[in-house]
């Protein structure tokens, strides 16, 4: 069964898909994370959440999170296996990519 994630940052929303949530490991998660989101690509400073029953935003942090993500996911009638992914960057790094470029500019 096939999980697709969105994934969100302040400013833009990418999707991809997980073929198997058994696949599912949080290196990999990463690594497609990374991948979407050029900006990203080689930083693990970043934080990974979703929303649970209640509306909160859960973060997850190893694979067994990961995993009961997913299985919640994927048990609800109306969710279409869709996980929805949010990505938060350190206000540091926000400020450091800012500078970058305005510089490079």
């Given amino acids: 069964m096939q999980i697709t994630v ?3 940052t302040k400013d833009e929303i990418r999707r ?18 990374q991948n979407i989101f050029p900006a990203l690509n080689g930083r693990n400073d970043f934080t ?36 929805r992914v949010y990505v938060k960057v350190p206000e540091a790094y926000k400020l450091l990519t800012l ?3 305005a510089t490079s500019a």
């Fill in 6 to 8: 969105k994934a969100f």
């Fill in 16 to 33: 991809f898909d997980v073929p198997e949530p058994e696949w599912a490991t949080m290196r990999s998660m990463h690594k497609q994370i």
């Fill in 48 to 83: 990974l959440s979703w929303k649970d029953e209640d509306g909160d935003k859960v973060n997850f942090s190893s694979d067994e999170e990961l995993c009961s993500a997913m299985n919640y996911i994927l048990l609800q009638p109306d969710s279409k296996h869709l996980m």
């Fill in 99 to 101: 500078t970058l470029s």
